[in-house]
């Protein structure tokens, strides 16, 4: 059904240009398997997540912005970034071992934004993938 190393693939190939928020990996495989439960795809992502952190591939980091409001259009805001900071070992534990939790922890923010940071390990390895 899902073929982890294309997904981790996916994601070395996106961070690469961007950090890529855990929201977007959970969505992604939402929409591929239609079928799976919110729990499962919240464990899936845990686990895709997991096994690229503990490979030293990405890294979790937390980035804070403010909604800004449009003067041109009421119905169109953006965030502005207000700050970065790489996750503790103790809050990466947290969001890989408890996906069950991340509604509660609001992993989904818009305004402290859960996010994937690729490593030099993960430039490396994508360099190889791309050859």
Do not use: H
């Not at 464990?43 to 690229?52: H, K, N, Q, T, Y």
Request: charged share 35%; hydrophobic share 35%.
């Amino acid at each position: 059904m899902f073929d982890m190393r294309d997904i981790q693939k996916g994601i070395l190939v996106n961070a690469n240009d961007l950090r890529i928020p855990v929201r977007q990996v959970y969505n992604g495989i939402k929409a591929q398997g239609r079928s799976l439960s919110d729990k499962d795809c919240r464990s899936l992502a845990s686990d895709i997540i997991g096994s690229m952190v503990s490979e030293g591939l990405v890294k979790l980091v937390k980035m804070r912005s403010r909604k800004v409001d449009s003067n041109d259009d009421k119905y169109f805001s953006f965030y502005e970034f207000e700050s970065e900071r790489g996750l503790t070992p103790e809050e990466t534990k947290l969001i890989l071992k408890e996906p069950g939790r991340w509604k509660e922890m609001d992993v989904f923010s818009m305004t402290e934004a859960y996010l994937l940071a690729i490593t030099k390990k993960g430039r490396k390895v994508l360099k190889r993938i791309r050859m």
